[in-house]
């Protein structure tokens, strides 16, 4: 089963996102006033989804008008009113380019689409926009003249279905997207792992020591009995850096080149879960149902801006944000996934 992260996210409710010496949220600040057009004065926004955007605007930058504008129209499912919302924000203080505080730099944010949790300008801006959109607000708090990006991420796989092999468990997605799953009965479990793509997102390929943020459920085959899950009302998403043993052996094998917005199916025999640990699962053939809603290279808080390089050094153009979770649990047998 996953090992229950801390998702260290710098905007959630309530303000992580301090502006200093300000003392209040952005979050808050942007609900207390009207969304209306932004600033007269340019502010290009660059940069590739999944990595940090490249803001390009004069410095000592002066805020107008406070304002929202679209820097691009999202593509898939409109946001809900009530329903959850996964968010990228990147934020910056005009006066000099200092990066206020980045998703990138842990893991996207998870909200209700309603003015108490975003605050009313985020929520009217986010009003009747799609997943894949990326928002541009401007406001000012205090002295500070704060410059907000924010992108808007599924909340569950969307994309082309794909057919399921047979011999291996059925999958069926309720409203939400919410997966059940049966396993075949009196029949044997693979040996292997087995991964099987069932929903296949657009997104780019998950790569090994990016940040995965998802969404599952898990059950075993022996019993068809579910063990874990995150689509529970009021359960985040949950998010591990791929490769590094923070998730069982087969969910960091079968997740690796799979697209963001996928649902993919995996069977992952006790040498690829918990066998050899003390958990009660060692010897159980486990199945994930995995929505992949997120994926990017961790970049420092220095280094969070689109024009920094990522924690290795690489190309920006190849780096996005990672999330930093602290695990629940450390020891083997609390491996996540």
């Known amino acids: 089963m996953l090992r229950r992260l801390t998702l260290l996210i710098s905007l959630l409710l309530g303000g992580a996102l301090v502006l200093g010496g300000c003392g209040s949220s952005l979050l808050d600040e942007l609900g207390k006033r009207p969304s209306s057009a932004p600033s007269a004065a340019p502010v290009q926004v660059s940069g590739a989804v999944g990595e940090p955007p490249a803001l390009d605007y004069e410095q000592p930058y002066d805020v107008v008008q406070a304002g929202a504008r679209t820097v691009w129209p999202g593509s898939g499912e409109p946001v809900v009113d009530g329903e959850p919302v996964l968010l990228n924000m990147y934020a910056e203080d005009g006066r000099d380019g200092t990066v206020i505080s980045s998703t990138y730099i842990d893991a996207p944010g998870w909200y209700s689409m309603s003015p108490e949790s975003l605050g009313s300008n985020l929520y009217d ?27 808007v991420l599924p909340t569950h796989a969307s994309g082309a279905e794909v057919s399921a092999a047979k011999g291996l ?169």
């Open 125 to 151: 801006t986010l009003r009747g926009q799609k997943v894949g959109a990326r928002m541009l607000l401007l406001e000012q708090d205090g002295d500070v003249p704060v410059i907000l990006v924010v992108d």
């Open 169 to 337: 468990p059925t999958v069926e997605r309720g409203d939400g997207g919410a997966p059940s799953v049966t396993v075949p009965r009196k029949a044997d479990a693979p040996a292997d792992l087995q991964v099987q793509p069932l929903v296949r997102g657009t997104g780019p390929q998950v790569q090994v020591g990016q940040v995965v943020t998802m969404r599952f459920t898990a059950v075993r085959w022996s019993d068809g009995r579910q063990f874990d899950t995150t689509w529970t009302a009021g359960t985040r998403p949950q998010s591990a850096t791929i490769g590094i043993g923070q998730l069982v052996d087969g969910l960091d094998q079968g997740l690796v080149e799979q697209t963001v917005g996928s649902q993919v199916l995996l069977v992952v025999p006790p040498s690829l879960g918990y066998g050899g640990t003390s958990s009660d699962l060692a010897d159980e053939t486990l199945v994930y149902v995995v929505d992949i809603l997120d994926a990017h290279f961790q970049v420092t808080e220095d280094e969070s801006t689109g024009k920094a390089k990522g924690d290795d050094g690489g190309d920006p153009e190849q780096k996005s944000g990672k999330g930093s979770d602290e695990p629940a649990g450390s020891d083997d047998s609390s491996k996540e996934g």
